[in-house]
């Protein structure tokens, strides 16, 4: 085995390796020529958009590349053996005992009728032969080992029986079960919710550092690379753009590919008025990559030399890489171009401004009903007495993890689920009171846009079908008048015209997503509901979606209501935001004071835990991550304050009486008993990153 | 407009894909399957052979002919003829009509009254749906074949009357399945976002579920047919179907096998074959139907 230049022992060498995927009209060539090392106690953070080639490398190393997958060239060495070339059992063996890899979703890796004790022991069964009751012993370890509590009743579990944390750190623990040497995380937390993510994220750094393994570490997530790797590999088109150590990488990258895709992350606290930077078009096609520069085409400042040379890797200092002829300078400053900021921001909010929705002890409880007869067997409070006011202009922003309650309160906002008690006024009429056809018409005031662009959209329709439906359901206009509308709002959200002859799987995400919002602006609605509006994309896409959303507000005078898990992104594109926990509203305000002076322990914990792109604030805050425990039932909530379970600072108090929610500030609301106390810790000083970087 | 939103024209990095019709794609997936292609083409044989072969080939399947009964295959009757003297193939032909009528009457009836009943029970759901499909389970739990003697016994059985009767089993399954499919269809955000444009019950089930159902059914439909087609032949052969002169490959099967220990093969042989071809290339037929519904789906 070698050694690095730190003395430490390099458990993976991987030169110039070639993976391709055989198809039947084509070769892929997924990986091309990438050459990384990883030494005892590393984390190799490997980024890109999907599509480069990140998870590609990771399969060939592990020897799990699909159907017509080939390591066509180079070398892989793991602990000092070349995997390259080496017979299947031989592979196997060495695979299995030296490497655990970790999963992006831990629900479909695990077997559900086996126990999770059963699946942490067969790789123990086979590779060591371990009896029965050594496999429990290990199993029993292991668990308590990845924090599961009361490992010996829990090692008998299925996996349904376990939340999605939990069933990641079982992962973790199957990974472990060799003592490997190196440990793989595709994409480990993406699937997870931003508190329980950072309870992974820390243990998966905690038993790096107890066990001195490697670690490799894909993802798409710039914050958790900033958090987590020691070294940072940018790939691009299957092959690596920038290598170096993650501060190099963060504050003095020389690739243009990694300068934007930096730039294009919205951050918490940076200015909301600058334009975020966006990475035009897709990556190229694999099986016929382009001449010269793969990235040229996309490329802000590429000249004439680029569409024809081919950079190599050369060095910047001993530790950093880059391929580029034209190489820039550090992170790109975004100034010129500026939106202005929703109609109603705090600056121009001086004339009383006009609520648009107004939500009072709105409710929605599903009940949940069981066997032939129907019985019901419980009740779900999805949402619960929530209250707040949406004005004309502006957006609001709802954040909270996944099962808080937030989509089915945007759901009934566009009156797509029925309130189960309250009300909820649209422009001072009361939605529950109107009738069927008086609702039908009242729905073009209204319309939500979706997450998944391409299940909102009928797969057997053409777009130009789908765009028009609105307005043959409305009976406005005549086709042609129709046509025109469609044509005009293609030409606003940036596609052509000629798309409208398309059907829904022949666009890439990002146009779908474009597709997606024309649709919902296609009867002129004065509120649209935008729920999780860029989670499905790409980094790279996202911030097109963010910014036209941006444009289109003021072009037509639209009202947001951005649901997201993403603070971020609410961050960047809400004037008020709204805090759920489990079906409550706990915290209502302006979003830079909510998001830098927050009101409730659990929104302090949430922004906590959100990774921030940037190495140094990620390294100086602590890691210990900051809300433990799981989202309690929704079927069976703890009294008085939800949040008390998982809260630091709960009393006998927040046991017996939910706090309501009461004026902290001026127009910054919260629902806890200690509000004052939080807001004034000193204990919590949020640092905003530099705006710009 | 404000250039601050980098508009991304199509084709300016992607390549323009000229777009593929769903119909090409579907034609290209079928076409690559070389045995559904053959049994296309045996299809379109047997229908050739039972619709214009009389046309070509004049028998008199009318009139019993005992001085002509279990001839031997000769020039005069290329099939020999049956027990009751009438030429073979013609009889072979004949029957290959009511049956090739009965797949596709059967196929057609069951599929359209399952896809109503299918879709009415899965959208509307509740009271509606729990009834509606505890009326499909009362019929599963009738046993067919005592159904089909008991109406045998009281009605004069007419092809029609059989088409009815086998349709009335076979619509079963189908409404099944198309509850099941529309169940999770109307869960999908393009009908929750048709729904959120004002759009009524009856335009939801129209342009989008029962579109999205079709796939599905086609595939469906082609295996009742094969179904049906089975069915009429056990029929035939347990002498519940149409009476004399009307025949099937079934009832000319029956005939045949009461002279199994003469050694009079042609009188089985052939229509045994006919039987099970068409089956057969009606199921790979179906199959392949199923891939080309699911490539569609790939393609997306």
Sequence with gaps: MTADGAGRDLILEVRDLKTSIFQSRSVVQAVDGVSFSVAAGETLGIVGESGCGKTMTA??????????????????KLAGDELVGMNREELRKRRGATVGMIFQDPLTSLNPSKTIGWQ?????????????????????????????????????????????????????????????KLLIADEPTTALDVTIQAQILALLNDLKDRFGMGLVLVTHDMGVIAGQADRVMVMYAGRIVEEGTTEEIFSSMRHPYTQALLSSIPRIGQDRSIVL??????????????????????????????????????????????????????????????????????????????????????????????????????????????????????????????????????????????????????????????DRKEMRRHRRDFQLMFQDPYASLDPRMRIGTSLREPLSIQKQGSTAEQNEVVRNLLREVGLRTQVIERYPHEFSGGQRQRVGFARALVLGPRLVVADEPVSALDVSIRS?????????????????????????????????????????????????????????????????????????????????????????????????????????????????????????????????????????????????????? | MATTVDSVPLGAVEKDAKPRSLLRIALSTFVGNKLAVISLAILILIVLFSFLGPLLYHTNQTATNLVLENQPPSSAHILGTSPTGKDELGRLMLGGQSTLELGLAVGVLAT???????????????????????????????????FVILLASIARPTLTLIIIVISAVSWLSTARLVRAETLSLRTRDYVSASLGFGAKGSRLIGRHVVPNVLGVLVVNGTLKIADAI???????????????????????????????????????????????????????????????????????
């Design chain 1, 544 to 693: 097109q979606i963010i910014n036209l959303m941006r444009q289109m507000q003021e072009t037509h005078n639209l009202t947001y209501a951005v649901i997201s898990h993403d603070l971020a992104v609410v961050a960047y594109l809400a004037d008020r935001v709204g805090v759920m926990y489990l079906g409550r509203m706990i915290e209502i305000g302006p979003t830079d004071v909510v998001f830098s002076r927050p009101a409730h322990p659990y929104t302090q914990g949430l922004l906590r835990s959100v990774p921030i792109p940037d190495p140094a604030v990620a390294r100086r805050e602590s890691k210990d991550p900051a809300i433990v425990g799981e989202l309690p039932s929704p079927i069976n909530p703890p009294s008085g304050c939800h949040f008390r379970t998982r809260c630091p600072m709960a009393t006998e108090l927040c046991a017996q009486e939910a706090p309501p929610l009461k004026l902290v500030e001026d127009g910054h609301q919260a629902a806890c008993h200690y509000a004052e106390e939080v807001l004034g810790s000193a204990a919590f000083a949020q640092e905003a990153p530099a705006p710009n970087l």
């Design chain 1, 59 to 76: 399969l060939s190393v592990l020897g799990l590349l699909p159907q017509g997958g080939r390591i066509v060239g180079g070398s892989i």
């Design chain 2, 112 to 146: 359209a009254f399952g896809l109503i009943w299918g879709t009415v029970s899965g959208f509307v759901g509740g009271v509606v749906d729990s009834i509606m499909m505890r009326v499909v389970d009362a019929f599963l739990s009738i046993p067919f074949l005592f």
């Design chain 1, 277 to 434: 930077d966006s990475i035009p078009g897709l990556p190229p096609d694999l099986s016929d990559p382009p001449q010269g520069c793969r990235f040229a085409p996309r490329c802000r400042i590429a000249h004439e030399e680029c569409h024809t040379t081919d950079p190599t890797l050369e060095p910047a200092t001993a530790t950093h890489n880059f391929a580029c002829v034209s190489p820039v300078n550090g992170p790109r400053v975004m100034e010129g171009d500026r939106v202005r900021l929703g109609r109603r921001s705090q600056e121009e909010g001086a004339s009383s401004p006009k609520v648009l929705v107004s939500v009072r002890d709105l409710s929605k409880e599903f009940t949940l009903r069981s066997g032939v007869m129907q019985r019901k067997v419980g009740t779900v409070h999805a949402v619960s007495s929530v209250s707040f006011d949406i004005y004309e202009g502006e957006t609001f922003g709802i954040v909270g993890e996944s099962g808080c309650g937030k989509t089915t309160l945007g759901r009934m906002m566009v009156g797509l689920e029925t309130p189960s008690s309250g009300t909820l006024s649209f422009d001072g009429v009361d939605i529950a009171s109107l």
């Design chain 2, 230 to 300: 089975l069915t009429f032949a056990a029929l035939g052969y347990l002498g519940l179907s149409v009476p004399p002169p009307a025949t099937n490959w079934g009832e000319i099967l029956s005939g045949g096998v009461n002279n199994i220990f003469d050694g009079y093969w042609w009188q089985i042989w052939p229509a045994a074959v006919l039987i099970v071809l068409t089956v057969l290339a009606v199921n790979v037929l179906g199959d392949a139907l199923r891939d080309v519904v699911e490539a569609r789906l790939n393609q997306r």
């Design chain 1, 120 to 180: 942490i022991g067969e790789s123990l069964r086979i590779h060591r032969g371990a009896s029965k009751s050594e496999q429990r012993d290990r199993a029993i370890e292991l668990l308590s080992l990845v924090g599961i509590p009361r490992p010996q009743e829990r090692v008998d579990d299925f996996p349904h029986q376990l939340s999605g944390g939990m069933r990641q750190r079982v992962m973790i623990a199957i990974a472990l079960a060799l003592d490997p």
